[in-house]
């Protein structure tokens, strides 16, 4: 149940094994359904996820029906609402799975005593925020003046597993144009 967690956090800390029972004894196990929200739009988050097997996704609904997905977490990374969980906020955002998962959870309480008792997994929280921050910025900056080609071409060389993993119309909603437009370039490459 533990050990892809075990290994993610022996991958960026020196830790014993002591220390490592201590921080999984606070994750608790859900499985999910395909499509099951875990963080609707106006809740506040209460929860870090960390995903044993499946994806979660993370994305707004616009005004005229049309999904933004911010984010993709696939196995063996972390997932959640970081605005919301960090000022306890409304998200006005959803969190969901694309596909039945296996998540460990932590609440929010535990997470902060984690980082506050145990600097290895203080040393892991700021690195999962910093590889955030810059997987986010590259997005950002890497599709401002982007056309559509573009950006198929960007998520080809920086994130190809998103188009072997998740459906057309949720990559397309990523990229912020249309499914066909993505279909259509898809051909083209």
């Known amino acids: 149940?533990?050990?892809?967690?075990?290994?993610?956090?022996?991958?960026?800390?020196?830790?014993?094994?002591?220390?490592?029972?201590?921080?999984?004894s606070y994750f608790k196990l859900i499985t999910t359904k395909r499509n099951e929200i875990l963080l609707d739009y106006d809740q506040i988050c209460g929860q870090y996820y960390f995903i044993n097997k499946g994806c979660i996704r993370l994305f707004t609904i616009?005004?005229?029906?049309?999904?933004?997905?911010?984010?993709?977490?696939?196995?063996?990374?972390?997932?959640?609402?970081?605005?919301?969980?960090?000022d306890q906020k409304p998200a006005e955002e959803f969190l969901q799975t694309i596909e039945k998962s296996e998540l460990l959870y932590i609440s929010r309480t535990d997470f902060y005593y984690l980082t506050s008792t145990i600097p290895q997994f203080a040393?892991?929280?700021?690195?999962?925020l910093e590889l955030g921050f810059i997987s986010a910025q590259k997005r950002i900056y890497g599709f401002q003046g982007f056309d559509a080609l573009a950006k198929v071409k960007w998520i080809i060389k920086h994130q190809p597993h998103l188009l072997q993993s998740v459906s057309n119309k949720m990559v397309a909603a990523y990229l912020g144009i249309s499914p066909s437009t993505l279909s259509r370039l898809k051909l083209k490459l």
Not at 70 to 79: D, E, I, L, Q
């Open 1 to 24: 149940m533990y050990s892809i967690l075990e290994k993610f956090i022996k991958s960026r800390a020196t830790i014993d094994d002591e220390k490592l029972q201590e921080i999984c």
């Open 62 to 86: 616009d005004e005229n029906g049309n999904e933004n997905i911010r984010y993709f977490a696939f196995k063996g990374n972390f997932a959640t609402a970081l605005p919301s969980f960090i």
């Open 123 to 128: 040393k892991i929280y700021t690195e999962i």
